[in-house]
């Protein structure tokens, strides 16, 4: 089997990388901090994806900030800016569909090949009770909707095929610091990925699970 993973440098992409290469999977990782893949430019999205060969089995996009524009999420309508708005575009949603665009050269047709794209609970609009966090959420719920169409297509020339978005949970990373809830650890946080993304078939292709294997509302 062949993996191909986005953000390997990250906390969960990290764990994600290592758990496929202790079950002997080949593993492919892009990261900005290693291979200089910029989810922030199009350019080098582009030359780091062209540059992958040969079809994969499982495909992990383990992305995402949290703080656009360095600032933190917004509490409050005042506090939005475009600057942030457009930050967390690029990351959280952007970034990520110049990955998806890829996917039908990268994918065996045959076999059952499963993509995970990391996406947040805060991003489902139904669920969305608390309110604030307004460039985040929206970027996230852009990120769903972009997965959602792409399964569409996908299905059409990978009938077997499976793409998710994917809610983590809290996890201890750089990326959650300054949270004071219960938190996954990594191992714990790639070992539930890896399960839920398992245990998913064609017909959950578009759908949005989060890391105990439930559907999330859109």
Known sequence: MRAL??????????????????QGVEVVALSRRETGFDLRDADSVEQGMRAVEGTFDRLVVAT???????????????EVTAEALADQF?????????????????LARKGDAKVAVLSARVGSIGDNRMGGWYAYRAAKAALNQLVHTAAIELARSHPNACLIAYHP??????????????????????????????????????????????????
């Open 5 to 22: 993973v986005i953000g390997a440098t990250g906390g969960i992409g990290r764990a994600v990388t290592a758990r496929y290469r202790s």
């Open 64 to 78: 995402g900030q949290l703080a656009g524009a360095g600032r933190a999420p917004e509490k409050s309508l005042r």
């Open 90 to 106: 690029a990351v959280n949603a952007i970034g990520p569909a110049l990955v998806l665009r890829h996917l039908p050269r990268l």
């Open 169 to 218: 949970g809290t996890v201890a990373t750089e990326f959650t610091r300054d949270f004071k809830r219960e938190k996954q650890t990594p191992q714990g946080a790639a070992e539930h990925l890896c399960a839920v993304l398992e245990a998913r078939a064609s017909t959950d292709s578009g759908l949005f699970f989060d890391w105990s294997g439930r559907e999330v509302a859109w």
